[in-house]
């Protein structure tokens, strides 16, 4: 079976992508399994790094205003197209999956175009540009919360699939993590994540945050500050006399390596709402509190964040309304009252989707074995 999957930009695209991948590859190691993405995203370390190959085709994502940059633009998706034609003419995929980012675009629309399968997943509960525009066409949407049917076509081929996890999110057990950790059964004890890169208005509040908590000893605290949090904010905490020799419970690193044992052994987490994390939280049934980042296109972390707010399983804190104090009111009432965490708890876990990759697998069966289908394609 050859397989073609089209997606870039960012690791919210690629990994889906590479999970999709390795599944398939598990099951049918006779497949040749091949990736379309550009030179300059993530998928140009990640995708040959996981020994797949890599087709690049260039183009960059279109402003809503008339300028010399879209005109360019549009000329490289134009000739995007052309290069996807000659990729999959030369490649003659069995089945095209697209996983969002720009590049999709050319590769799943000329995939639709040549009749071959075409199936799309989109991470986010508000979908990208991309992923709507080839709703039109492709033969299956694949989605990873509920919440974003009704942004697509009425009569489109829908099925909710959830995001890929990893394993070791799925086979977590609390007590083992705390035990390996050497935190204690009875500790409090709270996580926190701002990227990998490290948003700064997130770690200014989680500084304030500890700042007000770490004396009073109540509560464990792991914060992974990212890669350019980490330059400063250890600094920041030490002016306000917070150091790891005066405050051990609080840890401040600079990336979670070990994350499915940490956030295993939370009692709750603070958070982004990027879609795989979302994923996670679920998976682990964990309290959370998300502070969606509004650097985001189309704010898609907010809305992901309100389809769990929206089902009672998460609380949100927009970043306009981030304080220290705001964390240490929300976070203080929480464990002031174990049965809202608890039904946070039970609430998040009804929205795990432990069999992500199985049901998307499958849904790449369905397409494969479809006759004769007929394709409405999108005019450009």
């Known amino acids: 079976m050859k397989i073609l999957l089209a997606g870039g930009g960012t690791g919210g695209h690629v990994n889906p992508a590479l999970a999709i991948a390795g599944f398939i590859k598990a099951r049918k190691p006779d497949s040749d399994i091949r990736f379309v993405g550009t030179d300059k995203g993530i998928e140009s370390s990640l995708v040959p790094k996981a020994g797949y190959p890599l087709y690049t085709i260039e183009i960059y994502g279109l402003k809503r205003r008339l300028t010399l940059k879209n005109v360019k633009a549009f000329q490289k998706t134009l000739r995007s197209l052309s290069e996807s034609k000659k990729i999959l003419n030369e490649f003659k995929p069995d ?20 009749g071959i399968p075409t199936l799309i997943h989109e991470q986010n509960a508000y979908p990208g540009i991309t992923s709507k525009i080839l709703s039109r066409v492709v033969d299956k949407i694949m989605i990873s ?39 204690g059964q009875d500790e409090k004890y709270i996580v926190s994540v701002g990227g990998s890169m490290g948003a ?18 109540k509560y464990r605290h792991t ?16 002016d ?10 609080c840890d401040i690193r600079e990336y979670i390596y070990d994350m499915p044992d ?11 709402a990027g879609a795989i994390t979302l994923g996670e939280i679920a998976a682990l049934g964990k309290p959370a509190i998300l502070v969606p980042s509004p650097n985001v296109t189309h704010n898609h972390q907010f809305h992901n964040a309100m389809s769990f707010v929206n089902k009672n399983a998460a ?33 998040v876990a009804e929205l795990a989707i432990y069999d992500s990759t199985q049901k998307i697998y499958n849904c790449i069966s369905e397409v494969l074995n479809r006759k004769n289908k007929k394709r409405k394609i999108l005019k450009i």
Request: glycine share 6%; proline share 4%.
């Open 223 to 238: 914060h992974a500050c990212g890669q350019r949090g980490f330059k400063w904010m250890p600094q920041k905490l030490e």
């Open 95 to 114: 089945v095209v999956i697209g996983t969002g980012g720009y590049v999709s675009f050319p590769v799943l629309y000329k995939a639709a175009e040549l």
């Open 145 to 183: 919360f509920d919440d974003s049917r009704k942004y697509f076509p009425k009569n489109a081929d829908i099925n909710l699939v959830g995001n890929p996890i990893r394993e070791e999110f799925i086979c977590h057990d609390k007590k083992r993590a705390r035990d390996k950790l050497g935190i």
């Open 200 to 217: 700064r208005d997130f770690n200014n509040a989680i500084i304030d945050f500890i700042a007000l908590h770490a004396p009073e000893r």
């Open 262 to 272: 940490v956030l295993s052994a939370a009692d709750l987490v603070i958070s982004r």
């Open 240 to 249: 306000k006399g917070i150091t790891r020799e005066n405050y051990p419970l």
């Open 315 to 347: 609380v949100l804190i927009e970043e306009k309304e981030l304080t220290g104090e705001r964390l240490k009111k929300e976070v203080d009432a929480l464990f002031s009252f174990s049965d809202r965490l608890e039904e946070l708890s039970k609430n």
